[in-house]
Each structure stands twice: as structure tokens, then as C-alpha cells.
């Protein structure tokens, strides 16, 4: 089975925090990606990585950035923290179907 | 980037099929088409994926038209833990960053 985890199921940060939030998956797929769902809006694409190293941005890249140094890692991180990015925030990898992590709950206060 | 359209929420007794239908009337060529199931608190869960005509698996069936500008996915005897969010996903899984868009699913409600 394919396995997608997630740092933590829950976070809570102060605004203006540098916040990481890592994945990691063991089918080594090589695409990965982070979304953000908030209630009404569904799922919205942040960012996206094809291969190590590589990385495209995705409809709502603005206050985020990404990091991917090995295959099987895809990190998502806020530079400053700030209270509209209070969301539940998904990763997910793929070779064909997408697999997705459980999930970090992330509220900034 | 195929667009899809489903409806925003459905209600369904336990034992009824329920049959939920996707509009990707732009869909193109490489397009296949992906269903998800999602539970609150939850990742999504690839339920099932199809080209065209009919698939099926252990959880439920995908039909597609010859036009492939629709698709629906069907559950037969549905139970109180199939209600969830079930989202469509068109796009090319062999182009990562043309399989990215979902829509805004529907919220099945299953009532005892």
C-alpha cells in the first residue's frame, strides 16, 4: 500500500512564525504536491514537484515556498506565518492517482 | 485545465445505488477521469479511474459515454459510512501538472 504521512496532524503557530511542514511517501513517486482546503473552496494547488530539486507553483503559491532535496520528501513552508493560512493542508504524491496524507490542521493565532 | 462540474449535495437512503454525475464537457484527449472519496478530518481516497465506457471495482463503477464529456460514479448499496465528500478529477496523469484541478464535490449524505 502506498503511504503518504504527514508531520503532524495538528499545529498551532503564532503569527509571523516560520512554519515547516514536511511529507513523505514510500512508493518513490516522483511527483508530489501540497494543497489547502478550506471550507467552500475545496481543494486549491499551492505547489507542485516533478522530480528532486524541481518545483512549479500552483494557483496559490503567494506566502509559500517548497522544498524537495530527496525524492521522498516534499516540504511546504510558510516564511511568516499569518492568520488567513489557518487551514487543513494536504500533500499528496502521484505516479498516475494521487495518494494523500492524512492531513495537518494548522490554525495561526 | 478540464473543468468539472458535480452536484453541490445529494441524500441517499442505506441499500440505495447512488449514482453521482460529472460534467468535463472540455475534456481532452489524454484526460482520464478520477473519483475521490474524502471523510471530514481526512485525506482524500482514490476510489476509482476510467478512459472510457464502464469500470469497475471492489467499491463501485465508473461510467463514461462515448463523448467522455460526462462520467458517473455509482455505489451500490450505499451504507451510513459511505457518506462523505466525493470529488471528480480530470486530467492527464501522465503530465503532473495537468491533473491538479478538483471541483467542488459532492457531499453524499447516506440517512438510516
Known amino acids: 500500500d502506498v503511504k503518504v504521512t504527514q508531520s503532524s496532524r495538528y499545529l498551532v503557530k503564532r503569527t509571523g512564525e516560520k512554519v515547516f511542514l514536511e511529507c513523505v511517501q514510500d512508493?518513490?513517486?516522483?511527483?508530489m504536491f501540497w494543497y489547502r482546503q478550506d471550507p467552500g473552496l475545496g481543494l486549491r494547488l499551492i505547489y507542485f514537484?516533478?522530480?528532486?530539486?524541481?518545483?512549479e507553483k500552483g494557483d496559490i503559491p503567494e506566502g509559500y515556498s517548497v522544498s524537495r532535496e530527496k525524492k521522498e520528501r516534499f516540504s511546504l513552508i510558510l516564511e511568516s506565518a499569518s492568520t488567513n493560512q489557518t487551514s487543513m493542508y494536504l500533500c499528496?504524491?502521484?505516479?498516475?492517482?494521487?495518494?494523500f496524507g492524512p492531513g495537518t490542521r494548522l490554525t495561526v493565532l | 485545465l478540464a473543468k468539472t462540474t458535480q452536484p453541490i449535495s445529494m441524500d441517499s437512503y442505506e441499500g440505495q445505488e447512488v449514482n453521482i454525475t460529472c460534467s468535463h464537457n472540455?475534456?481532452?484527449?489524454?484526460?482520464?477521469i478520477t473519483w475521490y472519496q474524502q471523510f471530514p478530518s481526512q485525506g482524500p481516497r482514490f476510489i476509482i479511474q476510467?478512459?472510457?465506457t464502464k469500470v469497475t471495482n471492489e467499491v463501485a463503477s465508473l461510467f463514461i459515454p462515448a463523448d467522455r464529456k460526462s462520467s458517473t460514479l455509482s455505489l451500490p448499496r450505499v451504507s451510513l459510512s459511505d457518506t462523505a465528500v466525493y470529488y471528480c478529477?480530470?486530467?492527464?496523469?501522465?503530465?503532473?501538472?495537468?491533473?491538479?484541478?478538483f471541483g467542488g464535490g459532492t457531499r453524499l449524505m447516506v440517512k438510516p
Open positions: 476510467g478512459y472510457k
Open positions: 512508493m518513490d513517486h516522483e511527483n
Open positions: 472540455n475534456i481532452a484527449t489524454n484526460d482520464y
Open positions: 478529477l480530470v486530467g492527464d496523469h501522465n503530465n503532473a501538472g495537468n491533473m491538479l484541478t
Open positions: 514537484s516533478y522530480d528532486v530539486k524541481m518545483k
Open positions: 499528496a504524491s502521484s505516479f498516475d492517482t494521487q495518494y
